[in-house]
Every structure is written in C-alpha cells, then in structure tokens.
C-alpha cells in the first residue's frame, strides 16, 4: 500500500480519530479524579549532588526510556492488569481485534516508547532521601508548575508531557480499566464500525488498534505496585512517536550502559509564542536529614555562583525536620 493510500484510509476515519482524542484527554482527566488529587503548584524532585548539578547545568530535566528505569518491572503492574482485564471482557470491539492484545507488550514498549520524569508530592520523605540520596547525601529540588509545562523538544518538534499522579490503590486502577473499555467499545458502537470490524482493510484495522493502544497507554504508565503507595509519586509522562523519539533521543552511560533519556525543558507561553523559561522554576532545595552547616554554606554558594538568589521572597534552602542523625556525616 502506498502512503497516498494509507493516508486516504486514515483521512476516512478522521471524525474516529478525533472523537480518540477527545477521549484520550477524558482518561487523563479520569486517573487525577480518580486519584484524589489535584495537579499540584509544585512537585519535588530527589536527586544526588551530581544531579543537581546537571539539572541546573543543563537547565533541563532528564525523561528516563521506562524500559531503563532503576526498576525493571516498573512498567509492569500496569501493563499485565490491563492485558488481563482486556482478555476477559466480552465486549465485541476487543475480541474482534483479538491481535490487540499479543502484540500490547511489543506496541508499548518499541512503538509508544514512553519517557519518564519522577516527582513526589512532598519534600521531606525518609523512604525518598533512602532511595536517591541516602539521608546524608542528596537534595530535595522544588519546582513551581503553576505557570509551565515540561516538554522535550527540537527544530520545531514539541512533544509536551501529561503529568499525572501514580495510582497506587488496586481496586481504583480496575475501576479505571473499566470505564476505558466501556468508552471505547460505546465509541465503537456510535461509529457503526462493530459489525464491519473483520471486514475492514488491515491498514484500517491497524490504525484504529494504535488508537485503542494509544488510549489505554496513559493508565499502564500511571499504574504502579500497591506496596510503593509511600512514594507519593506523580510523573511526567512523554510518549512520542517514532519520528519524534528519533530527533529527541539523547544516550548518557551509567555502570557501562547507554541509557536513552529525553532532555525535557520548562516551557511557558504568551499567547503568541511558546519560549524556555530564563531560568529553572526552582523554588527551594532541601537538605537531606543529617546534612550539617557545611553543606547548606556549600550549597547556598553553589546557588549563588549559577545566578539562584537565596533568602526570603527568594529560592529558599531548608533543612530537614526528620530527626535522624547519621554519626558518619553529622558535620556534612
């Protein structure tokens, strides 16, 4: 098939397409709601020495390939709970489109190729200085959100980031899955398409599995195993497409790997033009539980030296209020 004809194929099915995007912004809408939560005006970022220093160096934050995060089945609770619950719906549009779902794993994984960047909803968690900086080591880096977006971009490709709280809670990630599956096959039904499914070209049938994986993606990355609901994590979250992942793509090496990663800037707009914030939006950092006066002096210093003013009204240093003392480092 020529491109001419697969594009006449996926102008044919323009109003589906669109009414996928529609929905596409309702599930993203469905997993805050369903979380509790509010888009916050700040989120945090826990990071070590070398990486603050790369934050501020770059101006930019890293979006991690999620297949080369620290936790290889980070992915993964996501993934199988929607592969399961897809396999035992009744619902016609997904038994039709059987190949759905044994091929989901390959799709998410070498096609969506999502991105991510972690973030907590508080700045002085024990279980958080443990796992990025221990509680002698690291920083805590507040970002404002309030008035910018993350995004990755280049020339004039602009991916944006969806930024969305992770869903920790069982019973609210089927409650999710569900009302996925009861949206697209109503979509289905309401295109007329149900009965005419097995009849259509492949390249049509194609394009309307990428909608539906494409639609359940958002759920699979805000998914994450019960037993780490201490984290508190919210991610931004980047899924390009294929051509887009081959111009933003940047490798950095870590324990003799290459590890692909999006550098991911804070853009703002004035309603004529969308431009990189001057400076990061970082509203504080805080020291780790048993960093001492040194480190704060140091701290503070290195700020100064990269054009941050500290003090009132200005990005602010703080100490830990977790009262724990490491006697190894008490004067760091």
């Known amino acids: 098939m020529s491109f001419e004809q697969f594009q006449k194929q996926f102008e044919d099915l323009g109003p589906l397409v669109s009414e996928f995007t529609n929905l596409h912004e309702y599930v ?5 709601d369903s979380s509790g ?25 890293w979006a991690i390939d999620c297949r080369f995060l620290n936790d290889s089945q980070e992915m993964k609770d996501g993934l199988e ?8 719906t009744n619902k016609p549009v997904f038994s039709t489109l059987g190949a759905l779902l044994s091929d989901f794993d390959e799709v998410f994984h070498d096609v969506m190729s999502p991105h991510l ?6 700045d002085d968690l024990l279980s958080q200085w443990r796992a990025y900086g221990s509680e002698a080591c690291g920083y805590c880096l507040e970002f404002d959100v309030s008035d910018s977006s993350l995004a990755a ?13 992770v869903i920790y809670d069982n019973d609210v990630k089927e409650r999710i899955i569900e009302e996925i599956i009861n949206k697209v096959s ?3 039904e309401k295109s007329g398409l149900t009965g005419q499914l097995e009849d259509l070209p492949e390249t049509t049938t194609g394009i309307i599995k990428g909608l539906i994986h494409n639609l359940f993606t958002l759920p699979m990355l805000a998914f994450k195993n019960s037993g780490f609901s201490e984290e508190r994590e919210w991610r931004a979250v980047f899924y390009p497409n294929l051509v887009q992942t081959r111009e933003l793509r940047k490798f950095r090496s870590n324990s ?10 804070f853009l703002q707009s004035d309603h004529e033009r969308l431009f990189q914030r001057a400076r990061l939006p970082i509203s504080s950092v805080r020291l780790p539980p048993s ?41 760091w």
């Open 117 to 122: 960047v972690s973030f907590c909803d508080t």
């Open 153 to 165: 971009c280049k020339g004039n490709i602009v991916v944006y980031a969806n930024l969305l709280p």
């Open 256 to 265: 003799g790997i290459f590890i692909p990663y999006l550098d991911s800037i």
């Open 291 to 331: 960093a001492g006066n040194t480190a704060l002096k140091g701290l503070e210093m290195y700020l100064n030296s990269q054009g941050f003013a500290t003090g009132p009204g200005m990005l602010e240093i703080k100490k830990s209020a977790i009262p724990l003392r490491n006697q190894g480092t008490i004067n």
């Open 81 to 88: 709970r929607v592969i399961k619950r897809l396999s035992e």
């Open 28 to 32: 993203e809408q469905l997993i805050i």
């Open 186 to 188: 109503s979509l289905i």
């Open 37 to 61: 939560k509010k888009i916050p005006t700040s989120l945090f970022h826990y990071t070590s020495a070398q990486g603050l220093d790369g934050i501020v160096q770059s101006q930019s934050l």
